[in-house]
């Protein structure tokens, strides 16, 4: 089978995106499939360092219109159990940093990316894939729309049902909890001053993240029917419960936008690369919105894509390579899943040693400044 492309990225997310412009840099004759844009996503992503040091570099950064800085990250016990947690505020200035990050609309992200890929030329196929043909030095693809495409190496940015990665023949562990996330946009009048602020109640966090202006995004986790419940409330009702539950710290609140709902569930792949193809994004883990982790842990796959290539001209596809992405990925990807996984749960659990230690480890974090830098350093420079 000859292959049309070095490189073929199956999906047009944020990652699938990323990917494709950063094999395009790394000199890769590229293209992108998947079936036209869905609704415009207005969830938002916290994005650390590293996927900004990323979108700098594939060219989308300028591009993105809106973007609002996160100068701190405070935690706050708003659980009414024996062993509550001192409130923390960690600062990027306490590591030498002007910000953690910064805080992008999902829709503005994917139109910034998609006008990159426009710009560089690279060919844009409107289609799902619903099959995959692999070969010793080419995998083809076959298109919904009828044809095929071959390539050396096949990209699975196909999101979390990833049909590639199940052609690959590659299984995944999934897990659920009884919990799910009702996503908001929010105008307040009191100012967010950059401060993303996580309230831990039994049930789950209920975040805050600084858009632009006096306006927040909001990632509220509870059990599914208070949920499902929240989503039918009348805007006045719900506002008021938003502000009850995060003691006015935001003032008056309006809602801004639709509301949507996601189940939160967890999954990873038992392993990242195999049979010409290489999983990014959600195509290869899921976890819980807890935490700002999933697309950095995604722009994190993109920029160790880029780094296993080969020189333009070998093949990209070639088993060393795989195994190479393989190997770097694995640990990263576990670890936090695991961590991820470890504080949903604290914050769930009933029992009061762990309680207890959670409170104590907040406590430690609070006053132990060596402490409080080796975290933060661990959570923005591990997404360099
Ligand atoms: C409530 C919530 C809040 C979040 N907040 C944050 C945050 O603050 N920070 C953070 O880092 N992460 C966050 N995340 C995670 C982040 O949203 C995801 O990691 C990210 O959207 C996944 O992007 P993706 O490109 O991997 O997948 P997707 O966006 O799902 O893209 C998949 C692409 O594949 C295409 N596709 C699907 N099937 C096929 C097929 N058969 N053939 C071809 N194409 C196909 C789709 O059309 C789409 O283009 C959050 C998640 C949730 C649920």
Known sequence: MSADKDIIVVGAGPAGLAAALECHLRGHDVAVVAPPRGPRDERTAALLGGSVTLLRRIGAWDLLAEKAP??????????????????????????????????????????????????????RH????????????????????????????????????????????????????????????????????????????????LTFVPL??????????????????????DEAALA???????????????????????????????????????????????????????LNLGYRDVAALGAILPRPGQDPGATDRLDAYERSRRADVLSRTAAVDALNRTLLTGFLPVQAARGLGLFLLDRVQPLRQAMMRQGVVATR
């Open 126 to 205: 409107t289609a799902s894939v619903d099959g995959m043909t692999i070969e010793p030095d080419a995998v083809s693809l076959r298109l919904a729309t009828g044809g095929r495409l071959g390539a050396r190496l096949v990209v699975a940015a196909d999101g979390r049902r990833s049909a590639v990665r199940q052609a690959a023949g590659i299984g995944v562990r999934e897990w659920r909890y009884d919990q799910s996330a009702l996503v908001a946009n929010l105008s307040h009048t009191a100012a967010h001053n950059d401060i993303s602020t996580e309230f831990h109640t039994e049930a789950g966090p």
């Open 70 to 123: 996160m100068r701190a990250l405070r935690i706050v016990d708003a659980t009414r159990r024996l062993f509550r947690a001192p409130e923390v505020t960690f600062h990027a200035s306490e590591i030498g940093l002007p910000e953690f990050g910064y805080n992008i609309r999902n829709a503005d992200l994917v139109d910034a990316l998609e006008a990159c890929v426009a710009e560089r030329g690279l060919p």
């Open 212 to 233: 632009t202006g006096s306006r927040s995004s909001m990632v509220w986790v509870d059990r599914p029917d208070a949920v499902a419940r929240r989503r039918e409330m």
């Open 240 to 294: 008021g419960g938003i502000e009850e539950r995060s003691s006015s710290l935001l003032g008056a609140i309006s809602i801004d936008g639709p509301r949507q709902v996601f189940p939160l569930s967890g999954m990873t792949a038992e392993r990242f690369a195999a049979a010409r193809t290489v999983l990014v994004g959600e195509a290869a883990h899921v976890f819980p919105p807890i935490g700002a982790q999933g």
